[in-house]
């Protein structure tokens, strides 16, 4: 193993330490510890929001963002690049984050993200060479790594479940989820790879999470 992919390095545990948070005026810390956050180079935060009420966050360093609009809608956008992100419901994407402040404002009444912030070369360190995404990094510009939302499927729900229920403690846990964040990026490139040849239409999309939604809040009930 390689100094460059040791779990603990001093660099990692700088960039955790560093990342900040900001909503409704008052300033908070953005790292939600899910055991030993600060031996690895990933961050969970679960961020629910009301229309008017807009977050932002400052980072010092450039960073990726796994952003996963659970419920209802929202705009990340960065104020360097002035370029703006929509995220529909039940959608998700890939954002490159140079330095600074980006803001997350709901347009929906209630919005529910789960957002999983990587150190942009643990994050580079999955993706094949000639992947487009790196387009961001070098130019250093903030954008989606993929050029449309894709919608949260079973797998990748799954798989958020799995990192938000994980029950392991100290290094068991830094290692299942290092391994949870390493597969969810590996299940997101699939399924882009995967609507390039076979797509559905987004209302034939929207109508399977309305009747996925229905059955998943009214259990109880019987459909025969």
């Not at 992919?5 to 660099?11: A, F, G, L, Q």
């Not at 699939?190 to 009747?211: C, D, F, R, W």
């Amino acid at each position: 193993m390689t100094s460059s992919e040791n779990i603990v390095t001093r660099k990692e545990k700088t960039f955790i330490d560093e990342l900040t948070l900001q909503g409704n005026g008052k300033h908070f810390n953005a790292i939600n510890y899910i055991g030993d956050l600060s031996s690895i180079n990933f961050d969970i935060k679960n961020l629910i929001s009301k229309k008017g009420e807009a977050i932002s966050f400052f980072t010092k360093h450039n960073l990726v963002v796994m952003q996963f609009c659970l419920h209802g809608e929202s705009v990340c956008a960065s104020n360097a690049a002035k370029k703006t992100v929509l995220f529909g419901n039940a959608t998700y994407n890939i954002l490159y984050i140079p330095k600074g402040e980006v803001f997350l404002t709901p347009i929906s009444e209630e919005v529910q993200l789960m957002n999983i912030f990587l150190e942009e070369a643990f994050f580079f360190r999955q993706m094949p060479e000639n992947h487009s995404a790196f387009y961001y990094k070098d130019s250093n510009t903030f954008g989606p790594i993929f050029k449309k939302n894709h919608y949260i499927n079973a797998k990748i729900e799954h798989i958020l479940n799995e990192i938000t229920n994980c029950e392991f403690e100290g290094h068991l846990e830094t290692l299942y989820l290092k391994a949870k964040m390493i597969e969810l990026i590996g299940l997101q490139l699939a399924q882009a790879k995967e609507q390039k040849t076979v797509g559905l239409k987004s209302a034939e999309v929207e109508k399977m999470i309305e009747v996925k939604e229905l059955i998943t809040n009214n259990l109880n009930e019987s459909y025969s």
